[in-house]
């Protein structure tokens, strides 16, 4: 018996079971474009200038899952590289903290299980749970913790006053101080620490009244109210964090941005 289907009808479904098997050719494309936009962005990693690495790592965070593997390698790369951690590599890091993907938990249970930031053998102080509040971005309970370390850092009954003199800062050893001065720029992008805010506060000639309106310190007169005055994230002035009590004076910030480890 010959076959009476209509020649229409077998296009129709020859059509149907193509598109079946093979996804629209827009899907095509734009898995290609995305393909070819993560192969440029992992080229920008190995770029000289860190702006260009930076604005990298945080196009990549666009890609979701496609970006784990690219920022593995990426930190383990400047890991075996011997390159002191920056921001670039807090910034990476946190990608992966903030990832529900299998590759990133084990990744960080593996190769980063304390943070991307090992202190140097001489510090005195157990940082360990600063770095994991800074990497989450708890700069409030960080900022907290902070205190409490220098104060350790320092000796002289200051953790059990609760507070440091001027004349106490001195006796903080240079690797303690840049240790954690150190984790707060990791983890910050550049944008917290003693040295950050050293940093202003010599641009603006040491003018202690404009430091306090750049950094969100001072208002409209004012000094700002704590806690809830205060920024706790990343949108937060530069140099904003970490904290010092101002309602003692400007002795003791002053201490630590006059401190040894700053000297050439």
């Given at each position: 018996?010959?076959?009476?289907?209509?020649?229409?009808?077998?296009?129709?479904?020859?059509t149907?079971?193509?598109?079946?098997?093979?996804?629209?050719?827009?899907?095509?494309?734009?898995?290609q474009?995305?393909?070819?936009?993560?192969?440029?962005?992992?080229?920008?990693?190995?770029?000289?200038?860190?702006?260009?690495?930076?604005?990298?790592?945080?196009?990549?965070?666009?890609?979701?899952?496609?970006?784990?593997?690219?920022?593995?390698?990426?930190?383990?790369?400047?890991?075996?590289?011997?390159?002191?951690?920056?921001?670039?590599?807090?910034?990476?890091?946190?990608?992966?903290?903030?990832?529900?993907?299998?590759?990133a938990?084990?990744?960080?249970?593996?190769?980063?299980?304390?943070?991307?930031?090992?202190?140097?053998?001489?510090?005195?102080?157990?940082?360990?749970?600063?770095?994991?509040?800074?990497?989450?971005?708890?700069?409030?309970?960080a900022?907290?913790?902070?205190?409490?370390?220098?104060?350790?850092?320092?000796?002289?009954?200051?953790?059990?006053?609760?507070?440091?003199?001027?004349?106490?800062?001195?006796?903080?050893?240079?690797?303690?101080?840049?240790?954690?001065?150190?984790?707060?720029?990791?983890?910050?992008?550049?944008?917290?620490?003693?040295?950050?805010?050293?940093?202003?506060?010599?641009?603006?000639?040491?003018?202690?009244?404009?430091?306090w309106?750049?950094?969100?310190?001072?208002?409209?007169?004012?000094?700002?109210?704590?806690?809830?005055g205060?920024?706790w994230?990343?949108?937060?002035?530069?140099?904003?964090?970490?904290?010092?009590?101002?309602?003692?004076?400007?002795?003791?910030?002053?201490?630590?941005?006059?401190?040894?480890?700053?000297?050439?």
């Amino acid at each position: 018996m010959s076959d009476m289907r209509s020649p229409s009808l077998d296009a129709t479904a020859a059509t149907s079971n193509d598109a079946a098997i093979d996804p629209p050719n827009s899907s095509i494309s734009e898995a290609q474009a995305n393909q070819r936009a993560i192969l440029a962005l992992i080229e920008q990693l190995g770029a000289p200038k860190e702006t260009t690495q930076a604005k990298a790592i945080s196009e990549l965070a666009g890609f979701g899952e496609a970006a784990i593997a690219p920022l593995i390698d990426f930190l383990l790369r400047r890991r075996n590289a011997s390159i002191t951690p920056n921001y670039l590599d807090g910034k990476a890091y946190q990608l992966l903290l903030g990832s529900s993907s299998p590759q990133a938990i084990e990744a960080i249970a593996t190769h980063f299980p304390k943070g991307v930031v090992t202190c140097d053998p001489a510090v005195s102080l157990d940082l360990e749970l600063l770095q994991n509040l800074l990497a989450r971005q708890d700069y409030q309970a960080a900022d907290k913790l902070t205190s409490q370390k220098m104060c350790v850092a320092a000796g002289n009954g200051a953790s059990e006053r609760g507070w440091l003199y001027f004349t106490d800062v001195d006796q903080i050893a240079p690797v303690d101080l840049a240790a954690i001065d150190q984790l707060w720029l990791v983890y910050s992008e550049n944008k917290f620490g003693f040295s950050m805010q050293r940093k202003l506060w010599l641009g603006l000639n040491k003018n202690w009244d404009k430091l306090w309106q750049k950094i969100g310190w001072k208002s409209d007169g004012k000094f700002t109210r704590y806690p809830d005055g205060f920024s706790w994230d990343i949108s937060a002035p530069k140099g904003h964090l970490p904290l010092s009590n101002q309602i003692r004076g400007n002795k003791t910030i002053k201490a630590i941005f006059s401190h040894r480890l700053w000297q050439d």
